[in-house]
């Protein structure tokens, strides 16, 4: 199996974006920069760690939509 094929394995992926929307969501809490380069280098981590996770949750339930073979036919196939 390729790596690509890999990389979309809900497996290994869920795991992964789990961690960073628990780190993005907790990072506020855990950091307080004093500086407000340091205020806007926190807010773009944490934005950047929610919005990777969200587009690769949606990208892998997608991918397994099509998986499926979700086709807008019913489970009698009409």
């Known amino acids: 199996?390729?790596?690509r094929k890999r990389l979309y394995e809900s497996k290994m992926l869920m795991?992964?974006?789990?961690?960073?929307?628990i780190a993005g969501i907790m990072w506020?809490?855990?950091f307080?920069?004093?500086?407000?380069?340091?205020k806007n280098s926190s807010h773009a981590l944490?934005?950047?760690l929610l919005g990777f996770s969200i587009t690769v949750n949606l990208?892998?339930?997608?991918t397994k939509g099509r998986q499926r073979g979700?086709?807008?036919k019913d489970a009698t196939g009409q």
Not at 15 to 21: K, Q, Y
């Open 1 to 3: 199996m390729s790596f």
């Open 15 to 21: 795991p992964i974006t789990n961690a960073c929307m």
């Open 28 to 30: 506020p809490y855990i």
């Open 32 to 38: 307080h920069p004093a500086t407000q380069l340091g």
């Open 46 to 48: 944490c934005g950047f």
């Open 59 to 62: 990208a892998v339930a997608w």
């Open 70 to 72: 979700c086709d807008g």
